[in-house]
């Protein structure tokens, strides 16, 4: 398969993966993932690699992963023990890995690339659903959560040439994400939905359908409850960075829209022209 033109090119993704429990339960969020790997073939084939940008990869400049195999990293504790007996032993791509370093040396930004490997659950509990075989190759991209909403949206734009050739760039975070209201036993699994978390998601679906880039940037001060739902916003940001993947200025189209325990959102985005053709 040779280049894709910006027409065609495969839609980075933005997906809400949820609790570690989500990799038990994935309730209808679970079955989501599960028609959209099969949907992402069908339209666009096989990605030949999936570069993925999860919350729970943080460093101080970008870092990416560029080990020839990933274990599973059960980056969490306290859960059921059938949770750490799930497995999402995936192959890296360590040529990848120089080519993507290359992209953004050449933007300016600072990369740094490392022989370690393993993906945290905020890859594998959706890759899990989505290509269940775990045989595509996997560079994850650690990144800083210091650096403001317009310079990650660059570091995307960056990665845009990946996304012309195939590769599905994939950010893993949430949508809503208040472990404030976890900690206070706020709403079981299937409570209904908090009015704070009701209008974020609505303001991000109608500003990203209208690809209203400078609105969302300032999000912080612009969007209704902007701090409630994300009092740290790491879970948030890798938006920017899928967003960005689609190229300069492309709108976001919600795929999927669920709630749990009331206040996490689920949601899921893909960005760029061809977005809104998906049928998930």
Do not use: K
């Amino acid at each position: 398969m040779g280049p894709m033109s910006a027409a065609t090119a495969l839609p980075p993704l933005f997906i809400s993966h949820g609790s570690p429990m989500t990799a038990l339960d994935a309730g209808d969020t679970g079955a989501f993932w599960r028609r959209l790997g099969p949907a992402i073939e069908r339209r666009f084939g096989r990605p030949r690699a999936i570069l993925a940008v999860s919350a729970h990869s943080l460093t101080r400049e970008p870092v990416l992963l560029a080990a020839a195999r990933h274990p599973t990293v059960h980056d969490f504790s306290g859960f059921p023990e059938a949770l750490y007996r799930l497995r999402y032993d995936a192959p890296g791509d360590p040529d990848l890995a120089a080519r993507t370093a290359a992209l953004l040396t050449a933007a300016g930004l600072p990369v740094h690339l490392s022989d370690e490997g393993g993906l945290d659950h905020g890859i594998w509990t959706p890759l899990r659903d989505m290509f269940p075989a775990a045989d595509i190759p996997v560079l994850p991209l650690a990144w800083p959560p210091g650096w403001p909403p317009e310079r990650l949206y660059a570091l995307g734009t960056a990665l845009a040439p990946l996304a012309a050739d195939g590769v599905l760039v994939m950010g893993s975070g949430a949508l809503t994400h208040n472990l404030r209201l976890f900690m206070a036993g706020r709403g079981a699994v299937d409570a209904p939905e908090i009015a704070e978390s009701a209008a974020f998601r609505a303001w991000v679906a109608e500003r990203s359908a209208a690809a209203d880039w400078p609105a969302l940037f300032d999000y912080r001060r612009q969007a209704p409850h902007a701090a409630h739902m994300h009092p740290s916003d790491e879970h948030w940001l890798p938006f920017y960075v899928a967003a960005g993947a689609a190229g300069p200025g492309a709108a976001g189209h919600r795929l999927h829209a669920s709630v749990t325990y009331g206040h996490l959102a689920m949601d899921a985005y893909a960005f760029g022209p061809l977005a809104q053709e998906w049928v998930v």
